[in-house]
Structure formats: C-alpha cells, structure tokens
C-alpha cells in the first residue's frame, strides 16, 4: 500500500476500530492460539469485538499457530487490519547466544550484529514481526537483575552495540526481506538507573545527565533505524516515562525526529495510578495518549476510555489518529497488507532453526564473551589432566540465562557434554557438590571424593537463572552461602582450583577469588556454552573478552564504574590519607575494572604517540600505538582509548572511552593501531545543556584496560 491508501483505511475506522489498534494482549487472548482462554476477557471486561480488531499480539511464536491466530483474525476483522506479531526475542530465538552483557564483553560488533541477523532469522520464519530488543539500559548497579540485559556501563560501547543489534535485526529493507523483524528498543528511558539497584523503583538524575549518559543508547538505535520504542516502567525526574510528555514528545519526536510506534512496557499504563499521576484508569489513558505513547500493552486504559476522553474533548481525535497512523504505517512498512503471514513458513522452520551454522555463530560468540578474570599458570588444562568437574553447573544445562523462553535445555550443551568430547571420560569426575542455594554434607562428601582423585578442580559454580533478569534484584550479590560453603571445603585440598563462573551480574567475589587459581566469567554463553567454554579451558580458543560492567571488590561501593569523576579530594593510591573520597574499610576501585581481561599470551604497548599536540575543529589528530604479542600464542586484544578533559564547564568523567580496535597478533607480532580524535568527540553537555566542545588541555589514555593505560596530552584550539 502506499501512504494515502493507509490514510484512506484510517478514514474508513470506526473510532471503536482505532482504539482497538492501540492495545496488545498476548497470545492467549485470540482465536487460533493453541491454548486460547477466555477467562481473562471478563476479567478485564474485553469484548470479543475488542479482540477482533486488536492491533498486536504479544508473545507468539511458532508459524503453525501465527498463521492460525491471523488467519482466525482476518476471518473477522471488517477491514481485514492484519495482527502484528511481538515478541521477546532477545538474545536469540531457539539458538540461544551469550546474554546481552556477555556479547558486551566482546567488544565484536560484527558477530554481534550477526547474532541478531540470526535470532531475527529464526523468529521471522516462526511468524513474528517484531522483536522487543534490543535492550539498552547503560547500568551502574549489578544489585539490579537485569544488568544482563544490557551492553553495560559506557554509553559510547553501548550505542555501538545498540546500532549493531538494529542492523542485525532489521537489515536494511524490511518489506522485502522477510527474514527480518522491526527492532523495539527500550526501556525508554533510563530504566537502567533504579535507585538501590531495586527492579521498577525511581530513577533521579538531572537531565544533564540522562542526556550525557543515558540518552545516547537510544537515540544510536534510533539513528540506525529502529521501528519501535518501547517507554519505561520507571519514573524519570518525577514522571512515569510512560506518561511522559517530554521524554516521548520533546525528546523523541521533536529532537531526533522518530516518527515510528511508541509502546508501553507491560501494564505501564495503568501503573500510572500507583505510581501517583493518575487518580484513575481514564486519567492514565489520558497522559499517556497526551505524551505520545501508541500502544498500551497488557492493560486496557485506552480501550475503555479513549473513545469518552475523546467525545468530552479533552483528548483531540488526531492524537488517536496520529498514534493509529504509525502502527497502519509500521504494519505497511512491514509488507502485513500484502502478505499478512509474511516470513511465517513451517518447512523454514525445520530448515534454518538451531542449524549448525546458527550454532557456529552462537558458540563463537560464547567464547568472545567470556572473560578470564585470574589466571595463575593453571590454565590452559592439558587433555591428560585428571580432572574433577564439580558444582551445580557442572551437568546442568540452565546456561541459557534469563529472555531465553524458546531455548531448551536439552538443546544445550552443558560442560560436562563438552569436556566428554574434549578429554578421556575415564579422567573425569563428576559431582555437584551442592545445590544453587543449599547443600548437604552428603554432598559435600562427595564432591571431596571426586576432587580427591583429580589433578585439577573445576568448579562450575554462579547463580541460578532466576537470581538475575526482570525483578531479579539481589541485595546481597556473593554466591550463595552454599556454594561458597563447597569452594571452601575443596581448598582444603590444595589443588589447583579452576572456577568457570555463570551469572547475570557482576558478583562480589568474596570466598571465590581467593581461592580460585584461575577464574573464568562466562555469564549465561546460551546453547553452545559449554562447547565454548571447554575451548577457552584448553586453550583451543584464547580467551579475549573484556568487562562491559566493572566487577566490584564489595556491594558496598556500587555504583562503581570507570568513567566516574575525581571529586574535590580524590585519594592518591600511594598512601593512606584522612579527609579523601574513600572508604575506610575497603578500596574505592573495584575488583575487575572495565575493559579488563586476560589472555594466554601477553601484550606490550609501546610508542604511543600523537600526530600533533594541538588540534582544531578542523585539524584532528591521529594518536597511535604500537601493540606487540609477547606471549607464545596467538590472540586477540582489545586495545582502548580513552579521554580525559582536564577542565570542564562542569565536571568531566576521569576518562571516557572514545575508541577501540580489537586486533589479532601471532606470537612476536607487532601491529600499529591508530585512532583519530575529532572536536565533535570531545562534546558534552554544559550546565545550560549546550552540547559543545571547549578549549584547553585533554589527556589520552591507551591500554588493554581502563586502569592500566599510558597516557598523553594534547590541547583543543578554537
Ligand atoms: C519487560 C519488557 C518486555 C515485556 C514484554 C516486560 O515485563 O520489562 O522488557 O519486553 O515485558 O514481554
């Protein structure tokens, strides 16, 4: 169709039929759904004409069922308006990659990208349209369970990522290339900053802020292209995002010009009356439609009061319009009117889904993510090694992490499947020592036993799935008491002690990081975990990840993140000084810092040099690095550059990161790598919100991390 025919459909809607547009209910809601229930229509006073000209569904998957529910639909809708299919397809459809923050800690866009091409691939010939990713909150807090979600704690690495993640999901012509679905990202906006680390609760920050390192994730998805947005359960500065007027209308759509749909996140409407801005179910239709929110999901404000707020003319029938033209719009755009079905296609299905290329994909991805945190000439483990795989990981396929609803464990191969393959069985011993959360002696005796007769101890310890994702805040963010009970009782041994770590979150350490030789974080790695991770053990992959998110040394210090200020009375790391910005009883930095890594082999840098110490917006300057594998193998290496302003209008982060290059070196190689600074990456937000650059010195840092760097200064002339 073209634009005046979708205008002539909105023409021919009934104000009922417009409504109807707006909401989204899942599933089970519609006729054709394999378990169709009716009981939740009364319950939320929904009649069947509602449903029959209902604008999306949300969480259907499978092409069997989607062209059944559409076909059911068509059946009876007047203007034969075809359903839009979304969904959660986050980190991957059935082929499950790494969560989120471990694809963060690649810092590999490309595979990235292709990780998303793929999950987009496999949902797309399953029937959806839509996906609700990607997902990126900047986050500071790991008390807060969906840290996972997201790239992690730098706004220019996320906005990357969040650019990526559209590509890949959405190609570049989604009415013709079926095999792609419209991006959603979300959780528009700053829902990565609840205070206390708590699921839903308030976020409070100046707007000089949200827009310095908040905003920027969003508008990058935004920017490449990304059809959908969907609003935040929080509060930002007061208001519900979701009833936000100048989030969605000033920022959104005036400034960068987003003309796509705008969705709630899941009954966000309607918690617009706990949250305290609405007294009522109409008064929160009102605020949303007023602030430019499209579709409401999973609640029915608008169904039930759209129509009254209308005919009493406090809310003007082009609002509806409006928000009806762009779901039509983003219907067309996705080829719906022509083909309702579109990539929906059973023999596909069987075809492309969990393929081994697919799998390929996934299990590349997975050993890109993982971070090797210590290392004490324990690893890489050799194939004659005896060895004692022991903890609740240690044959569970749980590796999934949370947003992987269409993965299967079965699917999955745990550690124990893959060390099978890597080393004679006979060698291995196998015990879970304990259970996520609890033990037993029993337990405990066993797994003595198991190590007793090994050379090394692997320990496949972390949290459960459910200790991290949506309303997965911990307040406490250590192992469980029971497993740290088990590391405990095996370094007894004194036997090497490998710890494999699988988890949502950046954890505090304590009781593991003493006593492991050597630590590997491999987050939730999906389907081919645990092929990936016995690469990395034995070093037929050289680990090469590095920390999207800082690892804190205590919860007692979060928020830590690198890109901080230095305060009025920073603490000087040579000695121990009274009346400084610091702890008494534990360091300020954390852990693990961003960007942090190790390898098999080992890196210099050295030469680092500029092309000119002065520079001008019209001059930029090149600054280069010469990177040398010292080490006896082959690997990969992140090198970083960050930037520092030494004298801001307000205060400047201590170092921002401004570039990267992740580089391949054979043993004794040396590459140059080089990167140029231009004014435009030297803006930021002044106190009256001006983005702008200002003259004076900088400093540039380069390094394989955000702590260990060299640095140089430089001087921006205007
Ligand atoms: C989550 C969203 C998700 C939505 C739909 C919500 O609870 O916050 O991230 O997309 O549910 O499943």
């Not at 308030?202 to 969907?230: F, H």
């Not at 879970?432 to 405990?444: K, R």
């Not at 949290?463 to 192992?479: F, P, Q, V, W």
């Amino acid at each position: 169709m073209n634009d005046q025919q979708i205008k002539d459909l909105l023409e021919q809607m009934t104000i009922e039929e417009k409504v109807a547009q707006l909401i989204q209910l899942a599933t089970p809601f519609f006729k054709g759904a394999a378990g169709q229930i009716t009981g939740p229509l009364e319950e939320m006073a929904l009649t069947e004409e509602t449903v029959q000209n209902c604008g999306s569904v949300l969480g259907a998957s499978g092409a069997k069922e989607i062209i059944n529910i559409q076909k059911e639909h068509l059946a009876e809708n007047r203007l034969g308006i075809p359903l839009l299919m979304m969904a959660d397809i986050i980190h991957g459809f059935k082929t499950i990659f790494p969560v989120p923050l471990a694809i963060g800690c690649s810092w590999d866009l490309e595979l990235a990208e292709k990780s998303a091409e793929i999950a987009a691939k496999e949902a797309a010939v399953s029937g959806i349209h839509v996906t609700f990713a990607p997902m990126v909150d900047l986050v500071r807090d790991p008390r807060w369970g969906r840290v996972n979600e997201s790239t992690g704690e730098d706004p220019y690495l996320n906005s990357l990522f969040a650019r990526a993640f559209v590509r890949g999901f959405q190609g570049t012509d989604l009415q013709n290339e079926k095999n792609r679905v419209a991006a959603c990202v979300k959780h528009f906006a700053a829902y990565g900053a609840p205070e206390g680390g708590r699921d839903y609760n308030t976020v409070n920050m100046s707007e000089r802020q949200l827009r310095e390192s908040y905003l920027p994730a969003y508008k990058a998805a935004i920017d490449e292209g990304c059809e959908v947005v969907m609003t935040a359960f929080n509060t930002v500065d007061g208001v519900p995002a979701t009833g936000n007027k100048d989030l969605m209308r000033s920022i959104l759509r005036e400034e960068w010009g987003f003309d796509g749909v705008v969705i709630s996140d899941w009954g966000a409407v309607k918690e617009l009356i706990p949250h305290g801005v609405a007294a009522d179910e109409a008064e929160a239709a009102q605020k949303a439609i007023l602030a430019g929110l499209d579709i409401e999901m999973m609640t029915t404000c608008y169904v039930h009061h759209l129509k009254q707020l209308i005919e009493q003319e406090i809310v003007e029938e082009a609002l509806l319009d409006e928000a009806v033209l762009r779901i039509l719009t983003l219907k067309n755009k996705l080829g719906l009117f022509e083909n309702p079905y579109r990539g929906a296609d059973e023999q596909q299905e069987e075809e492309i889904i969990l393929s081994e290329e697919h799998r390929q994909v996934a299990r590349d991805l997975a050993a890109k993510s993982c971070v090797l945190l210590k290392n004490e000439a324990v690893l890489p483990l050799k194939t004659n090694q005896k060895l004692a795989l022991i903890g609740p990981f240690a044959q569970n396929g749980d590796i999934l992490g949370p947003w992987s609803w269409l993965g299967s464990k079965e699917e999955t191969i745990n550690l124990h499947h893959a060390l099978n393959q890597k080393i004679d069985p006979a060698n291995l011993f196998i015990s879970q020592g304990c259970d996520f959360e609890m033990g037993t002696e029993e337990q405990l005796e066993e797994a003595v036993g198991a190590a007793r007769k090994a050379d090394v101890i692997l320990l496949a310890v972390g949290e459960h799935t459910h200790m991290s994702g949506e309303a997965g805040s911990r307040a406490d963010i250590r192992l469980p008491q029971a497993q740290l009970e088990l590391i405990a009782k095996l370094k007894i041994l004194q036997k090497p002690i490998v710890v494999v770590l699988f988890n949502g979150r950046p954890l505090d350490l304590h009781g593991v990081i003493d006593k492991a030789d050597a630590l590997l974080e491999a987050w939730f790695p999906g389907t081919e975990g645990g092929v990936a991770i016995a690469d990395l053990l034995f070093g037929d992959v050289n680990p090469s990840g590095k920390l999207a998110m800082s690892i804190p040394y205590s919860v007692g210090q979060i928020p830590v993140y690198y890109n901080c200020f230095n305060t009025g009375r920073p603490k000087d790391a040579s000695e121990s000084q009274d009346f400084v910005s610091k702890y008494i009883d534990i360091p300020n930095d954390p852990l693990f810092p961003f960007g942090f890594g190790l390898s098999y082999t080992t890196f210099s840098y050295s030469e680092f040099s500029l092309s000119s110490e002065f520079m001008t917006a019209s001059q930029p300057i090149t600054v280069s690095v010469k990177v040398k594998n010292t080490g006896e193998v082959a690997g990969e290496e992140v090198v970083q550059l960050y930037v520092r302003d030494i004298s801001g209008d307000v205060v400047r982060p201590l170092m921002e990161l401004k570039g990267f290059q992740k580089i391949s070196l054979q043993p004794g190689e040396t590459k140059e790598v080089t990167f140029t600074i231009k004014e435009e990456q030297l803006r930021y937000y002044h106190s009256n919100l001006e983005f702008a650059s200002d003259a004076g010195r900088f400093v540039a840092y380069v390094g394989p991390n955000s702590k260990d760097v060299t640095e140089i200064s430089f001087e921006l002339q205007k």
